[in-house]
T-cell receptor, first 115, second 108 residues
């Protein structure tokens, strides 16, 4: 597609439920990143996929968070047993290659509210 | 871990003023990014630079690798420039480390 597509754009869920967020990167972009931005705070790194390499999961805040990506296509971020502190905007970005030398294209984000 | 600091945190200016936002980082990088975030959360990548200076329209970004410092300038500022401007740095294939952002408000 022309840009990075994320869905849903907004999600309200009850505490304790599982949620799945989707990111569709730009075709051909081998690198895909998930970031989180809680209200009033800066962006935090969550997880990074580069091609078929093992993902860098060092930013995932707890074992309730997991993400998958099949090849160089769609990625899903799953949050199990959601907590109120999980409320945030979850942003996905993709890049031509994960070398730090190419620009990033960000999606519009998924605003998650846990009530 | 790279520490990224931006200044000022908040900036209010009159339309037409020249704007400067600064970013400093603590560890050598391969690239620095300037991002723009409008209300509602959408993020747009403005610049990626590893040396020197880049210009796009009324926006200019400079970087001094030796001093680990970058500036984003906006000439002839306009109310539509009102947004949060975020500096982010990366090294190699590592994920970006973000500054906390500068909230810019341009008053007509």
């Amino acid at each position: 597609g022309a840009g990075v597509s994320q869905s849903p754009s907004n999600k309200v869920t009850e505490k304790g439920k599982d949620v799945e967020l989707r990111c569709d990167p730009i075709s051909g972009h081998t690198a895909l990143y998930w970031y989180r931005q809680r209200l009033g705070q800066g962006l935090e790194f969550l997880i990074y996929f580069q091609g078929n390499s093992a993902p860098d999961k060092s930013g995932l805040p707890s074992d309730r968070f997991s993400a998958e990506r099949t090849g160089e296509s769609v990625s899903t971020l799953t949050i199990q047993r959601t907590q109120q502190e999980d409320s945030a905007v979850y942003l996905c970005a993709s890049s031509l290659a994960g070398t730090g030398l190419y620009g990033y294209t960000f999606g519009s984000g998924t605003r998650l509210t846990v009530v | 871990k790279n520490e990224v600091e931006q200044s000022p945190q908040n900036l209010t200016a009159q339309e037409g003023e020249f704007i400067t936002i600064n970013c400093s980082y603590s560890v050598g990088i391969s690239a620095l990014h300037w991002l723009q975030q409008h209300p509602g959360g959408g993020i747009v990548s403005l610049f990626m630079l590893s040396s020197g200076k880049k210009k796009h329209g009324r926006l200019i970004a400079t970087i001094n690798i030796q001093e680990k410092h970058s500036s984003l300038h906006i000439t002839a500022s306009h109310p539509r420039d009102s947004a949060v401007y975020i500096c982010a740095v990366g090294f190699g294939n590592e994920k970006l480390t973000f500054g906390t952002g500068t909230r810019l408000t341009i008053i007509p």
